[in-house]
């Protein structure tokens, strides 16, 4: 979700017109762009926390589904309880770490300013404080990982958002230049008040789908293949230059929603990406899904017979080429070498 945030976010400075430049400078421009995308984190209030309770008819081929001695007709008297959990924040965010809310032996929904997780409990399954409890402490934990995502994510537009302001600087001085090249005067008319992002004090709402929305199928530039331990470091602060360079890329928690096939979705983000960028460190070695994405585009790009993997090497060489010695054959770039380096070789081979 974060990465949706930040797409839109670079995506709406690299479309500000000439005439917000004219009343503002860059400074005042990146301020703004800061405080508008600055998101609230979910806070529970555990304190105030209520419940309610439901008579109802539970199935025990529903509640015992792998029990062969009952049929559909087989039931038992049973409540649904519910305990609502007030909190203050942007809901939307509860989704940004996706299947992260889905549990076996309770359903949680989340509404605009309360969460609720609601159980149910027969004769032999009773509900006592101590369960709750728990279930609370593991939301709060998640709520935790949460907001260290969100502060990284403002420590990272804080950066990123003024070198993106003053690059579309650059480009409307460089649009005007070609444009007075003509020689002919420019047409006087009123400057038009301009605003970014969402109004102040509102939280962040995720984009419309329109006829000219980006669907999730259209082409991209780069897969991201990675270990998840990697993100943080490594492939967010990469993501971040990509978007401030608007060269497109398909990541995993952008694009895989609650409830979706993940393999599913993996096939379709590789079939769909220009090239595979692999970022290969200590925590890459011996993981499934990333070595199944490396295995996937070499064999694509064998298949196809064109450069496909892009190996990227965040540990020492000789470690990588010890464990997977059919890389020897490709030429790979160094993360030590810095990431503008990193970026303009990116430019250069999707230039070719």
Not at 43 to 51: P, V, Y
Not at 68 to 82: K, P, W
Request: with cysteine.
């Amino acid at each position: 979700m974060l990465h949706n945030i930040r797409r839109r976010l670079f995506d709406e400075i690299s479309k500000l017109p000439e005439s917000f430049f004219i009343q503002k400078d860059d400074e005042a421009i990146s301020r703004e762009f800061v405080e508008n995308y600055t998101l609230s984190p979910p806070r529970l209030h555990i304190d105030k926390m209520t419940r309610n309770a439901e008579e109802t008819e539970f199935s025990l081929r529903e509640l015992y589904p792998s029990s062969q001695y009952y049929d559909e007709s087989s039931t038992v008297q049973g409540q649904i309880v519910r305990i609502y959990v007030p909190f203050e924040g942007d809901h939307k965010l509860f989704r940004h770490r996706g299947n992260s809310l889905i549990h076996s032996d309770y359903d949680v929904e989340v509404r605009q300013n309360e969460i609720i997780l609601q159980y149910r409990t027969w004769s032999n399954f009773q509900l006592d404080r101590g369960r709750i409890d728990k279930h609370l402490a593991d939301l709060d934990k998640n709520l935790d990982s949460i907001r260290s995502d969100i502060d990284q994510f403002h420590q990272e537009i804080k950066k990123s958002i003024p070198n993106a302001v003053a690059e579309r600087r650059k480009q409307v001085e460089r649009d005007r230049e070609k444009i007075e090249k003509l020689g002919i005067p420019a047409r006087v008319a009123s400057v038009p008040q301009a605003q970014v992002g969402p109004s102040a004090g509102s939280t962040v709402k995720e984009p419309k789908t329109s006829k000219k929305a980006k669907s999730t199928t259209e082409n991209r530039d780069v897969f991201l293949a990675h270990a998840g331990l990697d993100k943080n470091n490594y492939v967010r602060p990469f993501c971040a230059a990509l978007d401030i360079k608007g060269i497109s890329y398909w990541l995993d928690e952008a694009e895989i929603k609650w409830g979706d096939d993940i393999t599913a979705k993996i096939n379709e983000g590789m079939r769909i990406s220009r090239y595979v960028i692999v970022f290969i460190s200590e925590s890459f070695l011996g993981r499934k899904w990333p070595e199944k994405e490396m295995s996937t585009a070499m064999s694509r790009e064998n298949r196809l017979g064109k450069t496909i993997l892009l190996p990227l090497f965040i540990e020492k060489a000789e470690v990588i080429l010890n464990e997977y010695p059919l890389l020897e054959g490709k030429s790979y770039l160094e993360w030590g070498k810095g990431l503008q380096f990193i970026l303009d070789m990116l430019i250069d081979r999707l230039a070719s």
